[in-house]
Nanobody, 127 residues
Framework: QLTLVESGGGLVQPGGSLRLDCDVSGAISDYYGIAWFRQALGKEREGVSCVSYFNDETNYVDSVKGRFAISRNNAKTTVSLQMNVLKPEDTGMYYC????????????????????WGQGTQVTVSS
């Protein structure tokens, strides 16, 4: 398993921006990709975005397309989620997770087995 540590959450007004970082350590070479998930109070967890470690393919849930951008550094030790034009419905706990098998460009990437998870960082979008 990997150790994942999220940072960068906070309180922001609607229309604002935040950047979340996921610091990754461990046997990175065993893993195909990293994804960001979020969970709002009383709602199910949903996949937000995914990036492949091997070919940089990315994917996003429809509700964030055009507003969020996922990226990773060359060493694969940091995966960032740049979030722009934030909306109140983006509020939630954001988690990064790692998978040994996920194909980020494919359908259902959020349902792949993720065996390493961070502790989460809270994002609150409110005026």
């Amino acid at each position: 398993q990997l150790t994942l540590v999220e940072s960068g959450g906070g309180l922001v007004q609607p229309g604002g921006s935040l950047r979340l970082d996921c610091d990754v350590s461990g046997a990175i070479s065993d893993y195909y990709g990293i994804a960001w998930f979020r969970q709002a109070l009383g709602k199910e967890r949903e996949g937000v975005s995914c990036v492949s470690y091997f070919n940089d393919e990315t994917n996003y849930v429809d509700s964030v397309k055009g507003r969020f951008a996922i990226s990773r550094n060359n060493a694969k030790t940091t995966v960032s989620l740049q979030m722009n034009v934030l909306k109140p419905e983006d509020t939630g706990m954001y988690y990064c997770a790692a998978s040994k098998v996920v194909l980020c460009a494919g359908q259902g990437w959020w349902g792949a087995p993720y065996d390493s998870w961070g502790q989460g960082t809270q994002v609150t979008v409110s005026s």
